[in-house]
């Protein structure tokens, strides 16, 4: 799942990615922490990616379902 999440984030990323929040459609199987550490960079705690994906989101806990379109901070 992480790396069909990976590659619809980058599979969509134009020349302005960068500024542009990129859309990401919530696959069966799919959390919250995995689609954050997909759009992360290596290194990085998951865990602002996550409130900052729940706070564009107005998710109020943890819980996403499958076909929720979520909208994800650009990529850096």
């Known amino acids: 799942m992480a790396t069909a999440a990976a590659f619809a984030f980058y599979a969509g990323a134009g020349a302005d990615a960068g500024t542009q929040p990129v859309r990401y459609t919530v696959l069966p199987g799919d ?31 943890t819980t996403i379902r499958p076909g929720m379109s979520l909208k994800l901070p650009p990529a850096e």
């Open 31 to 61: 959390t919250l922490w995995e689609i954050a550490v997909s759009h992360a960079a290596p290194h990085e705690d998951p865990r602002p990616v996550i409130e900052t994906i729940r706070e564009a989101n107005d998710i109020p806990g």
